[in-house]
């Protein structure tokens, strides 16, 4: 919170203060000792939004104070729109934390919670961050979502969303669990274990045919591994380095998986300095599945981090590649812009690839905590399908 910079006059008490008595025949002067002097001037109380402007202004002195503390949580709440949700209200949460041993200039551990629901009947809640061990020798990242989607259906196959009118109802209730422990071999390089459960139920559809007769209760139990490579100096919200992500997972049938398939997913970005108080960011992103994945777990073009704008689903199948670079520019005090250019593909083999469609947008930046932005993003895709999107963090 912001200090309270209201001016109160300060009493000189450096000789006795002096109080006049009136009488009809004499003036009486009394001394007060100097330990009855009260400071009768009252503090103006805060008004609402000056108590709101406080939450989200930090000076210099709080902002390094806060960086030193071993645990923060911030809330903040917005709207949202797209053309697939409708409109909706958001709440996000960020909780920054340190474990023992983890002391300050080390970044601390940072989850964040989120909440969402539509006029169209979406809602999500879940958490998901990363928590650093002393001297970040170790690190486990977590998730745990649980949505409902009424979203539209057009089946699996880049032909298959081409057709406009080509989909069905499709209301999906959906969870996942993830884990990932990992740890330091040398300088920013580490690899570790995985696990993951996916779980995802259709209720009825008028176009059964649309499934390819598949079941619309699958769950997904994996297990593999990641290694990682992590030089930026801020995991949310980088100004520079470099991260490179690889998870190999496998979903066999010993493990009572109907569908079975094995998942690789490579996610490479880097940032950098360009001019004053602009950072550009580029990022490369690619899925691979072999084998039999599920309608449910198939790779789907669209969310708020890549590929912002289109219609989440319409485009799925086997494989997904995207790329995107962003310009973020800081445009005055906590203030900032960001656009962005890119593009995407989903194919299921060598010769499907080859149906790219474009990506863009702009959006506004709000660092409401010291490197921990606010972002109200609007994405542009083909066929004039765009959306409006509120969240915490950079999208990548």
């Known amino acids: 919170m912001a200090l309270d910079c209201t001016q109160v006059a300060a009493q000189d008490t450096s000789a006795p203060a002096m109080v006049e008595l009136a009488d009809t025949t004499a003036t009486m002067v009394v001394e007060q000792p100097d330990s009855l ?18 939450y989200f202004t930090e000076t210099e002195e709080e902002v390094q104070a806060n960086a030193r503390k071993k645990f923060r949580v911030s809330f903040l709440g917005g709207p949202s729109y797209s053309s697939d ?48 061990f002393p001297h970040e020798d170790k690190r486990l990242n977590s998730e745990l979502v649980f949505s409902y989607s009424p979203r539209n259906f057009w089946g699996m ?47 009825k559809v008028d176009r059964e045919e649309l499934f390819e007769g598949q079941d619309r209760v699958v769950r997904n139990y ?110 005055y005090k906590r203030n900032g812009l960001v656009a962005w250019v890119g593009g995407g593909c989903v194919y299921h083999d060598g010769k499907s690839f080859k149906n790219w469609m474009p990506n863009y947008g702009i959006g506004y930046r709000f660092e409401f905590r010291n490197r921990v932005n606010v972002r109200l993003d609007y994405g542009f895709g083909k066929k004039g399908q765009s959306g409006f999107m509120f969240s915490v963090n950079e999208a990548f």
């Not at 969303?161 to 330091?184: C, I, P, W």
Request: charged share 20%; proline share 3%; hydrophobic share 35%.
């Open 222 to 331: 994996g297990f593999g591994f990641v290694a990682l490579y992590d030089s930026r100096d801020v995991m949310n919200n980088a100004y520079s380095g470099w991260y490179f992500y690889l998870c190999q997972l496998f979903r066999p049938k010993f493990l009572a998986n109907r569908y079975a398939f094995s998942t690789t997913d490579v996610k490479l970005c880097h940032y950098r300095r360009a001019w004053t108080g602009c950072v550009i960011a580029g990022e490369f992103r690619t899925t691979f599945n072999f084998g039999n994945p599920s309608w449910a777990m198939m790779s789907m073009l669209g969310n708020t981090s890549t590929m912002r704008g289109y219609y989440m689903g319409q485009y799925r199948d086997k494989h997904i590649t995207t790329v995107q670079v962003e310009f973020r520019q800081r445009v």
């Open 157 to 203: 196959g880049y032909e298959r969303g081409e057709v406009k009118d080509g989909y069905t109802k499709l209301h999906q209730y959906s969870a996942r669990v993830a884990l990932e422990m990992l740890f330091r071999l040398k300088g920013m390089f580490y690899v570790g274990p995985a696990v993951r459960w996916d779980f995802a139920k259709s209720g």
């Open 37 to 54: 002097v009260v400071d009768t001037v009252a503090k103006p109380r805060r008004g609402f939004f000056q108590r709101v402007a406080d």
């Open 85 to 132: 949700t409708g409109f909706g209200i958001g709440v996000a949460g960020v909780a920054n934390y340190r474990l023992p041993g983890c002391d300050y200039p080390q970044q601390p551990s940072t989850q964040t919670v989120f909440g969402n629901i539509t006029t169209k009947g979406f809602w999500a809640v879940g958490i998901e961050g990363t928590t650093l």
